[in-house]
């Protein structure tokens, strides 16, 4: 799997998450999941086990820490799939 | 002391998933007693249920898709759909407004929804240790109803969730009410939910309380005050009303339902004949003089009983111990009636949406029959006329209405409305 089409269904995923102010923040690589997109810190793990079901990989607790924005989220998929 | 007036209303009950609905359904004695697959599943002797008919795409417009999604507990559902319709029928707004520090909420339930609890179980067995999501302790904790209200609606004053069995609804009206009687509070929102949950049910079945012969008949399955009462019939839901300062209230040019003139919680504890399933008469009877003396009432200003009344023997010692309070028997007792016959025993929503009936019944000047009562229990006839159960509905205006719930634990709850 493209990292671009990792981007795209991660943003699909993140969307369902995403309030007002997140909807209409920049949707970037460089977006912080908390500070940018606004989403709290409990949908969060939800979010986590809704990427674990749709790439059908396991993300370890310790794995967590490194998924603070967008672009560091889709390293931690790829190298899931890898 | 301030007086505390009655401005909007909600319900999500068995007959009527909202006012209007609900107002139709009590002045017709329709009923929403039906019968429960899961019950049946369950092979409980009692196989029919108060049912709300309701869709929790009602709650779309006021909640983020997010949120809306695994919001599967019913009892959260009904709560938070009564609470906002009682908020919006009140002229108040749902949006993104401030905390609002002169507003609370009180907001009981009497039972966990172990039906939803049943799904965190089962996901929780079959996890394996994984992840199961964050969505279930914000349902099933005790608070979580009025959590996800007082979240909507910015309600910063007061936020408790409070259980006194089946007597919540009316206790959660009655503290939201002193509040504001107090002075530490302006408006408050206050009401109860239960959950649709068979397994709360199905132990209420075993326990040879719940009526297990009516299951050909739900509509005549629960019939308080009847001499062929046989148990009270489960039932789910959610009452809310909103309660302000007079002052406020009048200010602002609200619609005034109803004025709560008073009234008092209390419980038999557990002597004199109270046990964990039985009130003691004397509990009774002094909760209720308790509640006139605090609300100015007199025996004689009182129009209309809403009962307790669950289809059980406990309705001859209730209606007893109201001829006891009051001193007031045979053709000079009040007209009683109880919603339970249209609706079952909502539990920990009973009070509130008995308490909602209460209040249409005052402020649209009518008295709903109290349905499947053709042959009232002898015991009770002795007491009083019979022509005091109304089998049809009753036009007449009413200084006074008692609402009156009692409980497991020995506890009773007693309010009176009136009009301003």
């Known amino acids: 799997m493209e990292r671009s089409d990792v981007f795209a269904l ?11 102010d997140g ?7 460089h977006s912080n999941l908390l500070r940018d997109l606004h989403i709290n810190s409990a949908h969060l793990i939800d979010l986590v086990i809704d990427v674990e079901d749709q790439f059908d990989i396991t993300i370890e607790d310790p794995m967590l820490g490194k998924m603070t924005t967008v672009g560091s989220s889709i390293d931690v998929i790829l190298s899931k799939l890898r | 002391m301030k007086r505390v007036v009655v401005t909007g209303l909600g319900v999500v009950a068995p007959n009527g998933i909202n006012v209007p609905e609900f107002r139709k359904a009590i002045e017709s004695g329709k009923s929403g007693v039906r019968f429960s697959t899961e019950l049946e599943l369950l092979r409980s002797g009692c196989q029919v249920a108060g049912l709300p008919n309701f869709e929790s795409n009602v709650l779309n417009e ?51 929804d172990l039906s939803f609890g049943s799904e965190l179980i089962s996901k929780a067995i079959a996890s394996n240790g994984a992840r199961i999501g964050t969505r279930y302790i914000e349902q099933i904790m005790g608070s979580g109803t009025g959590a996800y209200i007082t979240g909507l609606l910015g309600l910063g004053n007061y936020s408790v969730s409070t259980s006194v069995a089946c007597a919540t609804g009316t206790e959660a009206i009655l503290n939201a009410a002193n509040r504001i009687r107090a002075g530490f509070a302006k408006r408050m929102l206050a009401g109860s939910n239960e959950a649709t949950d068979a397994y709360t ?44 300062d007079l002052e406020v209230a009048l200010a602002r040019g609200a619609r005034i339902y109803a004025e709560i003139k008073g009234g008092w919680t209390s419980s038999g504890g557990g002597r004199n004949g109270g046990t964990m399933t039985a009130n003691s008469f004397e509990g009774m009877v002094w909760c209720i003089k308790r509640a006139m003396l605090d609300a100015e009432v007199e025996p004689g200003d009182i129009d209309l009983i809403c009962g307790h009344l669950t ?14 309070a009051l001193g007031r028997r045979g053709s000079e007792f009040p007209v009683i009636n109880s919603l339970k016959s249209m609706i079952g025993h909502c539990l920990g929503a009973a009070g509130s949406i008995e308490c909602v009936a209460a209040v249409l019944q005052l402020h649209h000047s009518f008295i709903h029959p109290s349905i499947n009562c053709q042959l009232p229990h002898q015991e009770i006839i002795d007491l009083i006329d019979e022509q005091r159960i109304p089998q049809h509905i009753l036009k007449c205006q009413m200084k006074v209405v008692a609402k009156a719930n009692f409980g497991f634990g020995d506890v009773s709850s007693c309010i009176f409305f009136s009009g301003i």
């Open chain 1, 10 to 20: 991660l943003k699909k995923l993140i969307w369902e998450y995403l309030d007002e």
């Open chain 1, 23 to 29: 909807k209409n923040s920049d949707f970037e690589e």
């Open chain 2, 62 to 112: 006021y909640f983020t898709s997010n949120t809306l999604r695994n919001l599967n507990s019913t009892g959260v559902q009904y709560g938070c759909a009564a609470a906002i319709e009682a908020w919006l029928d009140a002229g108040l707004q749902v949006g993104e407004q401030a905390v609002d520090l002169d507003a609370g909420c009180v907001f009981g339930s009497a039972l966990p």
């Open chain 2, 201 to 244: 049910w199905f132990a209420f079945d075993g326990m040879g309380v719940t009526n297990k012969y009516s299951n050909h008949d739900a509509d005549g399955a629960s019939m308080p005050m009847s001499q062929h009462a046989k148990g009270f019939i489960p039932g789910a839901g959610a009452g809310a009303l909103i309660l302000e």
């Open chain 2, 311 to 324: 289809s059980t023997k406990g309705d001859v010692k209730e209606v007893q111990a109201w001829a006891e």
